[in-house]
């Protein structure tokens, strides 16, 4: 199976040169890749380009996004350019970030899955950051979540998913969507990303509310946008970020900010993340 890779980047010199090189290691390389480099006032650009002089899959694309680092829509508008350059020549579709380093066997496994069940819609590892010298488990979301920082979509999965959207919530509401289209989520252990930038480090304080209204427009509703609140608040070690995302939720429901979804995804939302909280409390 062939993949292609669109990988954003905004001043990602320190750790993009790493990422690259995982990626030229790789067992089974990208058919092409694409770096958008967004914006940078570093040396993304040129590290890229030295880096497509001796690889010809490798492709740089200029685009500046919204200046404000908002997690999610920067991103994936930098992602949407990045696709826009390339063709339909694939089977599996890849985003990424440019703080990674993929193990060397990591899109061979990837592959493999996809091969191994047709209504695989998606695959991906686990993150690991490093601490104390050592490398642990990002642990911020649930182990049966695809992590934003690396996203594998069968093309008849992003293609009937309608693609990414540009907002934060984008990395839980296409798993949700693909959920509602009976294409399986597929995640391994034994794929371990190394992070070398922990999530939401360049985050600014405009951010903080932004968690709540993706709930919003998740079409979580109140009650379980406060238990998806209060769990995310406490993995990340700072309770008080509940009361943030609950207010980014009002906020949202205030402004009746538009829903990212259809009213029947909304329900089916609903019902899956009930159906998910009872399997967990019994």
């Known amino acids: ?13 320190a750790f993009l040169q790493f990422t690259l090189d995982s990626l030229a290691a790789q067992t089974v390389l990208p058919a092409k890749a694409v770096i958008v480099n967004d914006h940078s006032t570093d040396k993304t650009a040129e590290i890229v380009l030295a880096f497509a002089e001796k690889h010809s899959w490798i492709s740089l694309v200029n685009t500046t996004s919204d200046a404000i680092h908002l997690p999610g829509s920067k991103v994936i508008q930098a992602f949407q350019k990045g696709l826009e350059t390339l063709d339909d020549d694939y089977d599996i579709l890849v985003k990424a970030d440019a703080d990674l380093i993929f193990p060397p066997h990591y899109f061979e496994t990837i592959i493999q899955h996809f091969q191994s069940d047709a ?16 490398w642990i488990l990002e642990n911020l979301t649930d182990k049966d979540h695809i992590r934003g920082a690396f996203k594998a979509y069968r093309k008849a999965t992003f293609q009937q998913i309608g693609g990414l959207k540009p907002a934060m919530g984008w990395d839980t509401v296409d798993e949700l969507l693909c959920q509602f289209y009976n294409w399986k989520v597929v ?67 205030s402004a009746n900010k538009p829903l990212l979804v259809t009213d029947e995804q909304a329900k089916f939302i609903r019902n899956y993340r009930w159906k998910k909280m009872k399997e967990k409390l019994f």
């Open 187 to 253: 995640t391994d252990e034994s794929l371990k990303v190394k992070h070398l930038k922990p999530t939401g480090a360049s985050y600014n304080k405009t951010a903080r509310y932004k968690q709540g209204e993706a709930f919003y427009t998740l079409g979580y509703g109140f009650f379980i946008t406060s238990v998806a609140s209060l769990k995310l608040a406490m993995r990340k070690g700072k309770p008080l970020l509940f009361l943030d995302y609950i207010k980014g939720f009002w906020k949202a429901k």
């Open 119 to 134: 209504q695989i819609g998606m695959v991906g590892g686990f993150a690991y950051i490093e601490k104390n010298g050592d």
């Open 1 to 13: 199976m062939k993949y292609y890779i669109v990988i954003p980047a905004h001043n990602e010199e």
